[in-house]
């Protein structure tokens, strides 16, 4: 497990460690679409009170990974193609109107800490931590958007990015290497620390637009 800076730190609270837990379970597809989630039987699964996991589970609403019912109880988001087209359009017309504003505010912390994420998701990828690659790829992302100083969006694009990557592992014939994943960040930050907006734009466009690599595409 990676124990850098650039990840959330040690968390010790309950509500918190059942928080990412089943958060995990869900990107990675262990909890499976429209699967049913009730408190009692995960309360028992992780020791815990149904409060907190009651705790848990409102966080995993607002992130949009479960629905709350009360006749249905709660159920794992369904994922829909078509739904996960129109998120994928959305974080890429936010992202790339961010990318324009960015350019013009970046600083040395800011690349440093690019950086430190870089290495990060580097070592992620060699690992074969999937997980922790998708965390540290939203870092990356968001700490480019805060740069746009457009605070109103960020939540929608925090909230975009981890569905088109809860997505990405579902598409069928997805092939890219992690390794190779994380690589394809490095042309958006010498984009950054060259100041290039209209370059570093075209470049998130196609980084988006090719999340997805199936077999047969370069």
């Known amino acids: 497990m990676l124990m850098n800076a650039t990840l959330p730190s040690l968390i010790r609270r309950p509500r918190d460690v059942v928080y990412e837990s089943l ?6 597809n262990d909890l499976r679409p429209e699967s049913a989630l009730t408190e009692l039987g995960m309360a028992r699964e992780h020791g815990c009170s149904q409060g907190t996991i009651r705790e848990a589970l409102f966080r995993l609403q607002e992130d949009g990974l479960v629905t709350r019912s009360g006749h249905r109880g709660t159920m794992v988001t ?5 739904e996960a087209e129109e998120i994928l359009a959305l974080r890429r017309r936010i992202e790339l109107r961010g990318a324009l504003r960015a350019v013009q505010h970046v600083d040395s912390a800011n690349l440093e800490r690019l950086q430190a994420i870089q290495t990060d998701m580097d070592a992620a990828a060699a690992a074969g931590d999937e997980y922790a690659l998708i965390a540290l790829d939203m870092a990356f992302h968001l700490t480019i958007f805060r740069l746009s100083g457009l605070d109103a969006l960020e939540q929608i694009l925090t909230r975009c990015t981890l569905h088109s990557h809860r997505s990405k592992l579902w598409a069928p014939g997805h092939r890219r290497p992690l390794v190779e994943t994380a690589a394809r960040h490095r042309e958006l930050f010498a984009l950054l620390e060259a100041r290039d907006g209209g370059g570093l734009s075209r470049a998130i466009a196609e980084h988006i637009d090719t999340i997805v690599l ?5």
């Open 23 to 28: 958060k995990r379970q869900i990107m990675i």
């Open 214 to 218: 199936r077999d047969g595409e370069a």
């Open 78 to 82: 369904r994922l829909d193609p078509e």
